[in-house]
């Protein structure tokens, strides 16, 4: 097990450093400081060959001009809150318009374009960093000072963890997850169409013509939606049903899981072998197939076009302040928002 770190660049004078995990097996895994962001996760194909399997860049510039939350923390409320604003005990807060009239993965300088303090952490059979950051009373909106803490632990089982824990002086908001696009196909070589997602979800919220919940929750059975079975990401892409038409033709949407406590999704990739396992303890994940991916930037080498990558964000339902039969994303000061995501990579596992 090892820990590397290298001057990755600076951000507003602040040095920002890109952290390098490495364990026995070869896997390795590299973060910044700006954003908690994953630049890179290293693992290997059926053939043992080592690439990367998440979307990312090489510059700090291209992360600063372009990045549609590449590998990032997202937070202090992942997902649309609409209209930008709430009522939290008879007071109404108003946040960062960042997607007008809407506000938008915390505003327009969420956790993803904040500095966090790192430091190692070197355990027997794992090595990774541990985040934090203090977001004032006010920032983007948001009332109390929110002190947050992520340890990002790689083991030597292949298994990258990430662990939140948050806690406030006053009554707020928080509902954090990593905005990482997965490609399998290692190096950006093929796009995610022909992934197989396979998780046990019987429903769906609708969305908006403003990507916002409508409130409406959708059985996912005989829909391009249902994934309990295994299904190629292309069926969504290439699907007539209005909701996949609704997010530019794929997926953008908070999938539920079937049952309450620790779930399960498995996301693969014939050609390459590789497969990745996450289990989580939230009640949903947003997937999305980077149906907006367009800019003037390249990934790899492989100019940004859509469906290069997939993001699963496990995550709290989005605008859920505005729908009470939601499971809350309130925090209040007597208690400690905590919640747990790993990601284990596997080879040579045909797609499910
Ligand atoms: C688009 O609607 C999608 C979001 O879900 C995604 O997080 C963002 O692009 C990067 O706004």
Redesign the pocket.
Known sequence: MKWVEREFGHYHGEPVIEYTLTNNLGMSVSCLNYGCTITKIIVPDRHGKLENVVLGFDTLEEYVDFS??FGSVIGRVA?RIKYAAFELDGVEYKLEAN?FPNH??GGRKGFDKRIWKTEPVEQVDAVGIRFTYLSPDGEEGYPGNLEINILYLLSNTNELSITYEAKTDRKTLINLTN?SYFNLSGNVKRDCTEHILQLDSERFLELGYD?IPTGKIIESKNTPFDFNQGRLLKSGIKSSHPQNIL?GNGY?HPLLFAKKGENTITLSEKESGRSLIITTDQPCV?L?TSN?LSGPFSIAGVPARNYLGV?L?TQGLPDAIHHPNFPSIILNPEDVYQSTTRYRFFSNTIGV
Do not use: I, N, S, T
């Open positions: 549609p939350y997902g997607e938008l993965h905005h990507l997010v953008d947003v999305y907006q993001c964000e």
